[in-house]
């Protein structure tokens, strides 16, 4: 009898259907870039200090500069050694008092007492207009901006759990499907609603759908292409997300309003539902849920749109050859393989995200233009793709995937002891462990699909990536908590994590050229189903020849 490998590759491994799939699911991994980092744009904080009405009079009365009158009624602040102006303190000045004198150089408030900003705040723009300006998140509110984007990390998080049960009990696409509604509808409700509160709870409810679908249409592109083709897919779908990076600074030059972007955010997710109905349902989720006759129902039209036919002596796994048609958590630890897999994908995934969002955080690369900083920070992500493309199936995955981790974890100990008078040395180094880390996290993923069986594959994924957003989480504190001991100690942190990860990584299994699992039994007992692979192969080599003759 024949697996899905078997039938697929007559059909055709990745043929004329397979791409048109691709192409129209790719285009939904590009909003998410938007949604997960749209808050460099959505939440600018520019230049802001004190406003006062009756300074703003005074001001144009006498003819100062905005810079000028803004010297006058803020107070220095010593910042890391450098004296800076007040963003959220003035001086208490009546300037009402018709005793002021214009001639500025007449004037010194340096003992007058200070005040926090009593009529709100006047910001320095540059053409942007962000949640913060709109709502005055600033000083004393600033934590509200964070609070933006971890309310995201929330909603990814309970999402991944939930989008992972869905789509193993309910199907890939019906649960893309409910996601897509969600996006649409908690996108354009960020970007009407006039609360701050809401919108913190929108962010919430999109956070939890928009992961969810995401890891679900990776895995269905996973299951609809061949073993050859299967990688290069998943890594193509990622880089999607890094084309999505490279847009959104573009997108935000052009359009400056926050709610006007998140409406650009949305829209794609809105675009979906005119398509939907050409996408199928993974076969191979079919074959687990003992629907094998709709599995080879959508397989024949996959065929017949790839110009193939399918050989009539092929049979498709029947009820008693498939796992248990419901996904549990306990499937993930149940048994020594598959708890071993899940603790250092587990540890990965955390690692990668602790790493990667620590690294951008602290690494600045220019100075000056959020759009240009962005732009380039973003071109990191292309080479590690085409590395990866490069060497998983000339080498394997396992090695790639260890090395990436070791390279970003001494790039990081290597840059926390290289002095500061070598800049450009400390930065190309740190450039290359986020280079390490980028190929690390993209690894994680298809690599964590490539070692669950069909049956819990989806869960899987989603229950390990769940740790990325707890590593998104943390990795803030870990920063700036540890960079107020000494400066270079998070990277030192960081660099030991990664090196740990590495290593962790030699302990799995490699997965290059072996057919994906479809029971818990086939990452138990590899060997079996190797052996059941190579069988089918030499049946298949049989009746070929037979057909021949």
């Known amino acids: 009898m024949a697996t899905f490998d078997d039938l697929l590759e007559e059909a055709g491994s990745f043929g004329r259907c397979q791409k048109r799939i691709f192409a129209m699911l790719c285009f939904l991994s590009l909003p998410f870039s938007g949604v997960y980092v749209g808050i460099v744009f959505q939440g600018f904080t520019p230049d802001h200090w004190c406003r006062d009405s009756a300074l703003v009079e005074k001001r144009e009365a006498c003819g100062w500069s905005l810079e000028k009158s803004r ?117 354009i409700g960020l970007a009407v609603v006039p609360n701050y509160i809401v919108i913190l709870v929108l ?30 897919v998943g890594i193509l779908y990622q880089m999607f997300f890094s084309i999505g990076l490279l847009i959104l600074p573009l997108l935000a030059y052009f359009i400056t309003d926050w709610r006007w972007l998140q409406v650009a955010f949305t829209a794609p997710y809105a675009l979906y539902f005119a398509y939907y109905r050409f996408i199928p349902e993974s ?22 749109e790839n110009r193939k036919n399918l050989s009539s002596h092929f049979e498709i796994l029947t009820g008693d050859d498939v796992a248990s048609t419901s996904a549990s958590l306990l499937d993930l630890i149940r048994t020594p393989n598959m708890r071993k897999h899940t603790f250092i994908l587990m540890f990965n995934w955390f690692t990668s995200a602790v790493v990667y969002q620590g690294l951008i955080m602290r690494v600045g690369i220019t100075g000056g233009n959020v759009y240009i900083d962005f732009l380039i920070s973003s071109l990191v992500e292309f080479p590690a793709a085409f590395l990866i493309l490069l060497t998983i199936e000339r080498i394997g995955r396992r090695l790639p995937f260890a090395s990436a981790n070791i390279v970003a974890g001494i790039s990081c100990i290597v840059t926390a002891f290289i002095p500061d008078s070598m800049f450009w040395l400390k930065t190309i180094v740190s450039c290359i462990g986020r280079l390490g880390i980028t190929m690390a996290f993209e690894m994680v993923v298809f690599v964590n699909t490539e070692l669950y069986p069909t ?56 997965t290059r050229g072996v057919a994906l699992p479809d029971t818990i039994q086939d990452v138990e007992f590899p060997d079996r189903k190797k052996g059941k692979q190579e069988e089918n192969q030499e049946v298949k080599q049989v009746l070929k020849t037979n057909e021949v003759a």
């Open 71 to 187: 010297s006058l009624t803020t107070p220095l602040l010593n910042v890391s050694g450098v004296l800076q102006h007040s963003s959220c303190d003035q001086h208490e000045v009546d300037w009402n008092n018709t005793e002021l004198s214009c001639d500025p150089e007449g004037l010194d408030f340096s003992g007058v007492a200070v005040t926090p900003c009593k009529e709100g705040w006047e910001y320095h723009y540059e053409g942007r207009k962000s949640f913060v300006t709109e709502f005055n998140l600033v000083c004393s509110d600033g934590w509200l901006v964070d609070m933006y984007q971890s309310t995201l990390n929330m909603g990814f998080l309970v999402g991944s759990f939930a989008f992972g049960y869905f789509a193993d009990r309910f199907g890939r696409m019906k649960s893309f499907l409910m996601s897509n509604v969600i996006n649409v509808v908690a996108g």
């Open 203 to 232: 962010r919430a409810i999109s956070g939890f759908s928009v992961k969810g679908g995401w890891m679900a249409i990776y895995v269905l592109l996973t299951e609809l292409v061949g073993v050859k083709y299967r990688r290069t």
């Open 283 to 304: 076969p191979r989720w079919l074959i687990s849920q003992n629907n094998s006759s709709k599995a080879l129902e959508i397989t024949e039209a996959i065929a017949k």
């Open 455 to 510: 049956c819990v594959r989806n869960l899987g994924v989603s229950v390990c990536s769940t740790l990325c957003d707890i590593g998104g989480i943390v990795s803030p504190f870990l920063l700036y908590r540890l960079a107020s001991i000494w400066l270079e100690l998070p990277l030192i942190i960081f660099g030991v994590v990664a090196l740990v990860a590495g290593g962790l990584v030699l302990l799995l299994p490699e």
